[in-house]
């Protein structure tokens, strides 16, 4: 382990994440909502402090480990949970308690959407902006931002990469990393350019269009109104939002080769995309059918309805139109559980995603053949190439991991006073980065208090980096010489 190094980019990436306070001071000197003090403080507290311990270890210019990076990313998602909640902290009309703050601040940067602050439509504008920029700097991760704008760092690249990145397979795209990174972050404003384009012209307003467009592309689901996408009555917007949701919870490097080829058949060839589009498909249609024959909604706005919350929490998103923890019977439930899946790998979405999903059950179906064939030889393949032991291995790992983090916290938040359908939904929406739960934290979190929110805070921790790059730091062969 090389501890000077790892103080050194971790200072050069705290000084970078300083400057995510300017655009909120824009924002302030458009609206003049007279809060700049908070978003200047902020910056100079995170600047000064990743500029001291950049400058103190500046002459450190090796390369980063594997264990290095591991270290760097789970430390500095957790710095950045703290410092990106020194705004709200020094807002004072939220008066928000530090774990609070640390839970609101977490809910943006790993885009989970999940928030406890009441009365958004009366918030300044710097503020709502400040929560929707968190989202959209989470959502493809600052850190592979800092691979693609700063690759002069010479720190390893590729190993942060690796370490941060979400899904099992963490392939370039191009021969040198920075180079990825950049392609990744051309789709990604691409995306959210059209996004916000298009939500302007079906009705929003400029800031409301930009707002929603970061958190639509993130999957992240945070609104500038209590409503949500709800305020503006709108299938036009909704629709607009269903597409986008779509498109970011697939695995961007699809994108890239495709707009690279100009042929559409990597879409289609992809088991992944084909498992992602026909859970949704499913989901859609249940959700649309019960809504129309428990009669709830008219058919048409069962069609609607249906197909807006399967896609906006199927993907983990968390964007709503209605009070669906309300609707009758399993669907909430049901739809919950669709967020297990959540996107593709190498996407913006939240969950145990989709080819993880796919390999279970398709290693469930290889061990019922070998209940009837015990001596044959069966392979586990997904678009017809063999997957490899060990990767089923790390699926059957994670997948055992996952539930048995899950539980633990579950028991943790009913320790502390929380009713079984809301422990359970806030930890399920928080671990897949989902959002809106059921029960007391259906509509917000605001009635929990700190050691549950510090527990949720952790459990949108684990999910926005994968289980595995948080949890190796606890093991002790990772610190064994």
């Known amino acids: 382990m090389q501890p000077r190094v790892i103080q050194r980019v971790l200072g050069y990436l705290l000084v970078m994440f300083s400057l995510t306070m300017v655009p909120p001071l824009v924002v302030e000197l458009i609206y003049r909502d007279g809060v700049a003090l908070p978003f200047i403080i902020a910056f100079a507290v995170i600047a000064c402090t990743g500029g001291v311990l950049w400058y103190t270890a500046r002459d450190q210019r ?21 410092a990106g909640s020194l705004p709200f902290l020094l807002y004072q009309p939220l008066e928000l308690s530090v774990a609070a703050a640390i839970f609101e601040s977490m809910s943006g940067l790993t885009t989970t ?27 493809m991760g600052i850190i592979v931002l800092a691979v693609a704008i700063l690759p002069a760092l010479g720190i390893g690249g590729m190993q942060l990469f690796r370490a941060e990145s979400s899904g099992p397979t963490k392939n370039k795209l191009t021969p040198r990393i920075a180079e990825t990174a950049k392609a990744l972050w051309y789709i990604y404003m691409g995306l959210t350019v059209a996004c916000a384009v298009a939500y302007y012209f079906a009705g929003m307003d400029a800031f409301d269009a930009i707002g929603h467009s970061f958190s639509t592309v993130a999957i992240g689901g945070f609104s500038t ?62 959700a649309g059918c019960y809504l ?40 909430p439930v049901l ?81 502390a006073g929380l009713d079984q359908e809301s422990a359970f939904s806030a930890v399920v929406a928080c671990l897949n980065n989902l959002g809106p739960g059921l029960g007391e934290v259906g509509s917000n979190y605001s009635s929990l208090g700190d050691f549950s929110l510090s527990v949720l805070s952790l459990a949108m921790l684990f999910g926005r980096l994968e289980i595995f790059t948080l949890l190796i730091l606890f093991t002790p062969a990772f610190w064994a010489r």
Request: with cysteine.
């Open 335 to 415: 739809l919950l559980f669709a967020s297990f899946a959540g996107g593709c790998a190498g996407s913006t979405g939240g969950g145990m995603k989709v080819i993880r999903i796919l390999l279970l059950f398709k290693q469930g179906q290889r061990e019922l053949r070998r209940m009837l064939h015990p001596n044959a030889v069966f392979l586990v393949k997904l678009g017809g190439t063999p997957v490899n032991d060990r990767t089923n291995d790390n699926v059957w790992g994670f997948f055992a991991t996952y539930i048995a983090i899950m539980v633990v916290m579950m028991l943790l938040l009913m320790a």
């Open 292 to 331: 129309a024959l428990t009669q709830t909604a008219s058919v048409s706005d069962a069609f609607f309805d249906g197909l807006f919350h399967a896609v906006s929490i199927g993907t983990t998103t968390g964007f709503t139109t209605q009070e669906y923890f309300l609707w009758p019977g399993f669907l």
């Open 225 to 286: 109104h209590d409503a949500s996408i709800g305020y503006y009555h709108s299938r036009t917007i909704e629709m607009i939002a269903v597409v986008f949701m779509l498109i970011s919870g697939v695995n961007f490097a699809l994108h890239f080769m495709t707009f690279r080829s100009r042929r559409l058949q990597h879409y289609v060839l992809n088991a992944e995309f084909m498992g992602y589009l026909t859970i949704l498909g499913v989901l859609t249609f249940i």
């Open 113 to 139: 959407g999940a928030t406890l602050i009441v009365g958004l439509d009366s918030l300044p504008h710097s503020i709502l902006f400040y929560r929707q920029q968190m989202q959209w700097l989470g959502g």
């Open 62 to 82: 090796a390369t980063l480990r594997l264990r290095d990076s591991f270290i760097v990313v789970v430390v500095f998602w957790g710095a950045l949970g703290i």
